[in-house]
């Protein structure tokens, strides 16, 4: 393991156990210096999608499978779904049940006696 510092520069730094970060329009390139030579820093593409970008988006929006406790979008979508369905309840339910058609159950009682 070899720990190594961050150098901000234009130009190539004298300093050799570095990650040089150049800037470039839009943002940086990262060098490291292998085999004498400083050369890019290569980022994988973990997702097999055509971008990192696309990657980031991925992991972000998650999947359709997703469950409720997922920190994705789709997760946070069953989870809302969860709860939504837990506060509708059931036809079934009764005055005593603390949901939707439970609340009804209980003013249908109320207004029938």
């Known amino acids: 393991m070899k720990d190594l510092r961050f150098i901000l520069s234009t130009q190539e730094p004298a300093v050799r ?12 390139a990262l060098y490291m210096l292998q085999a004498g030579v400083m050369t890019p820093l290569k980022v994988m593409d973990d997702n097999s999608t055509a971008s990192i970008v696309d ?14 406790t997922a920190n994705t979008i789709n997760g946070a979508k069953a989870y809302a779904d969860d709860v939504k369905d837990t506060i509708t309840g059931t036809a079934d ?4 049940d603390l949901t939707l058609y439970g609340l009804k159950a209980y003013v249908d009682a109320q207004v029938g006696g």
Not at 17 to 28: A, E, H, L, N, S
Not at 93 to 96: F, K, L, P, S, V
């Open 17 to 28: 156990d570095c990650v040089w970060c150049k800037p470039v329009d839009g943002g940086f």
């Open 55 to 68: 990657d980031a988006v991925q992991d972000l929006v998650g999947s359709v499978q997703d469950e409720k």
């Open 93 to 96: 339910d009764t005055a005593e």
